[in-house]
T-cell receptor, first 114, second 115 residues
Framework: DAGVTQSPTHLIKTRGQHVTLRCSPI?????VSWYQQVLGQGPQFIFQ???????GRGNFPDRFSARQFPNYSSELNVNALLLGDSALYLCASSLDFWKTYEQYFGPGTRLTVT | AQTVTQSQPEMSVQEAETVTLSCTYDTSESDYYLFWYKQPPSRQMILVIRQEAYKQQNATENRFSVNFQKAAKSFSLKISDSQLGDAAMYFC????????????FGAGTILRVKS
């Protein structure tokens, strides 16, 4: 079975631009979470979605938004990019939201803001 | 809010030897889960081992085992018979019990394996 996939693998954007990152969870998984991993640090929780609804949000500005589609794939959007948004963005999927299932991470999207 | 601290930015181990990575956490909750994740240069975050707080027995997965000291809020990872493929960044992570999957990660420990 295919694991969590993310696209693109990496991209370069300019300050002030907008970016959309995509994630496809493992087949059958209904919950998707997004994490930001700045170089040299541990991942920081951004959002969790389950059944197309936001179920959790980390301490990130409103420039960050996300959504989940009927097929459970997800997009993370970042507006008005700042240099500090440069990071590895990780997507993780899990079977459910209500029980303690394992999370499986994708390979990430490396975003560089210049 | 929960915090996870990994005080060893970098560790080295000789191939076939044993190494222990340290992790401490802070929480007021009694129901939670602790994890060790491995992130090789390929960036893929891989679950190494998991521990439920309500279990007194330390988790073990092949060459990987943990020393879970709940009162001390300590959760160390022991890697036995280290292999070159174990070289990676290791993250300790905390998850509250109940609903949701939010993980709180430590800053990570780089493990280097010498041949």
């Amino acid at each position: 079975d295919a694991g969590v996939t993310q696209s693109p693998t990496h991209l370069i954007k300019t300050r002030g631009q907008h970016v959309t990152l995509r994630c496809s969870p493992i087949s059958g998984h209904k919950s998707v979470s997004w994490y930001q991993q700045v170089l040299g640090q541990g991942p920081q929780f951004i959002f969790q979605y389950y059944e197309k609804e936001e179920r959790g949000r980390g301490n990130f500005p409103d420039r960050f938004s996300a959504r989940q589609f009927p097929n459970y794939s997800s997009e993370l959007n970042v507006n008005a990019l700042l240099l500090g948004d440069s990071a590895l963005y990780l997507c993780a999927s899990s079977l459910d939201f209500w029980k303690t299932y394992e999370q499986y991470f994708g390979p990430g999207t490396r975003l560089t803001v210049t | 809010a929960q915090t996870v601290t990994q005080s060893q930015p970098e560790m080295s181990v000789q191939e076939a030897e044993t190494v222990t990575l340290s992790c401490t956490y802070d929480t007021s909750e009694s129901d939670y889960y602790l994890f060790w994740y491995k992130q090789p240069p390929s960036r893929q975050m891989i679950l190494v081992i998991r521990q439920e707080a309500y279990k007194q027995q330390n988790a073990t997965e092949n060459r990987f085992s943990v020393n879970f000291q709940k009162a001390a809020k300590s959760f160390s990872l022991k890697i036995s018979d280290s292999q070159l493929g174990d070289a990676a960044m290791y993250f300790c992570a905390f998850r509250s019990g109940g609903y949701g999957n939010k993980l709180v990660f430590g800053a990570g420990t780089i493990l280097r394996v010498k041949s």
